[in-house]
């Protein structure tokens, strides 16, 4: 399987998140303010539902607040270079197959979802923004109900004993 053990620890995950918060926190912000973060739960499965108007800097901000290793749920086109794929794999980004790219490719989504359901029993944390994109004007868009999908299948296989939390951030 191509995405065995990714939401275990990784130490190329670790390091590119100090790289990444070097240039992240110190150059390109300067200054990051994070409220409530001794709200967010240890050592339970948690899914980060973030807005994203940001492009890159959305799932950036969200590796940088915390000392966490979330895998990130990404539109299935990154992925197509096979280079680019492995990579992304790296850092603990998974695809997610939208109608646009076909109704075969979405049934690949069954994979992704049983993978989030491991992801989550093992209490550990899924990141996405289930907006689906993001654009140059800046509202809420309508989410998506992949949110509620991960958390319900989640929940069901884990005969509601789970204790899933959501963060929207």
Same mark, same amino acid.
């Given at each position: 399987?191509?995405?065995?053990?990714?939401?275990?620890?990784?130490?190329?995950?670790?390091?590119?998140?100090?790289?990444?918060?070097?240039?992240?926190?110190? +150059?390109?912000?300067?200054?990051?303010?994070?409220?409530?973060?001794?709200?967010?739960?240890?050592?339970?499965?948690?899914? +980060?539902?973030?807005?994203?108007?940001?492009? #890159?800097?959305?799932?950036?901000?969200?590796?940088?607040?915390?000392?966490?290793?979330?895998?990130?749920?990404?539109?299935?086109?990154?992925?197509?270079?096979? *280079? +680019?794929?492995? *990579? #992304?794999?790296?850092?603990?980004?998974?695809?997610?197959?939208?109608?646009?790219?076909?109704?075969?490719?979405?049934?690949?989504?069954?994979?992704?979802?049983?993978?989030?359901?491991?992801?989550?029993?093992?209490?550990?944390? *899924? @990141?996405?923004?289930?907006?689906?994109?993001?654009?140059?004007?800046?509202? #809420?868009?309508?989410?998506?109900?992949?949110?509620?999908?991960? @958390?319900?299948? @989640?929940?069901?296989?884990?005969?509601?004993?789970?204790?899933?939390?959501?963060?929207?951030?």
């Amino acid at each position: 399987m191509l995405f065995k053990n990714i939401q275990q620890y990784s130490l190329f995950y670790k390091i590119a998140s100090y790289y990444i918060n070097f240039w992240h926190n110190k +150059i390109f912000y300067k200054t990051l303010c994070v409220t409530g973060k001794n709200n967010i739960p240890e050592n339970e499965p948690l899914i +980060i539902v973030a807005n994203h108007q940001n492009g #890159l800097m959305d799932p950036l901000a969200i590796i940088c607040t915390h000392n966490w290793q979330p895998v990130f749920l990404a539109r299935s086109d990154i992925f197509r270079n096979p *280079l +680019i794929a492995k *990579l #992304l794999i790296r850092i603990k980004m998974l695809p997610v197959y939208r109608l646009r790219d076909g109704k075969e490719a979405v049934k690949k989504n069954e994979e992704i979802f049983k993978i989030n359901v491991e992801i989550l029993k093992q209490k550990k944390i *899924l @990141a996405l923004m289930p907006e689906a994109s993001h654009e140059g004007v800046r509202r #809420l868009r309508t989410i998506q109900k992949g949110v509620s999908r991960i @958390a319900f299948q @989640a929940e069901e296989e884990a005969n509601y004993n789970l204790n899933l939390k959501i963060l929207i951030a």
